[in-house]
């Protein structure tokens, strides 16, 4: 099993499971503090508010499944886009980008990997971080 942090562990062990934990942070280094322009400002340069995808953009990560709930959902929340980042195959990305069309998708950006600094602007920006997974657990 893997846990992100002791706590984690503890909760494990606490719940009964014997298997073996490996406890492996997060690969995200959280800022002591947040520049002050940041604080209680998440919205990007337009004024839109971002629900934020940052990561390997890859089948298992179940990113067409947050695409198809994005296009039901952001008819009713103007002022929100859905962002997502990260580096896939150029294949899969297109797939991604075939979807979107088909489905008629409104605010909506894929984008590259960021790294370093835009990484962490990225996440400060964002109002809301989503972290899907596919449903077909064999991949």
Known sequence: MHATAEQ???DIRKAGF???VCVVPNGVDIP???PLHLTGENKNDEGVKEVLFLGRLHPVKGIDILISAWSKVAVQRTGW???IVGLGTEDYVQKLRNQVERE????FTIEGPLYGQDKRKAYQR???YVLPHSQNTSL
């Open 8 to 10: 984690e562990y503890l």
């Open 18 to 20: 014997k298997q073996p």
């Open 32 to 34: 002591e503090q947040l």
């Open 81 to 83: 886009q859905l962002r």
């Open 104 to 107: 008629s998708v409104p605010n």
């Open 126 to 128: 964002a109002k809301l």
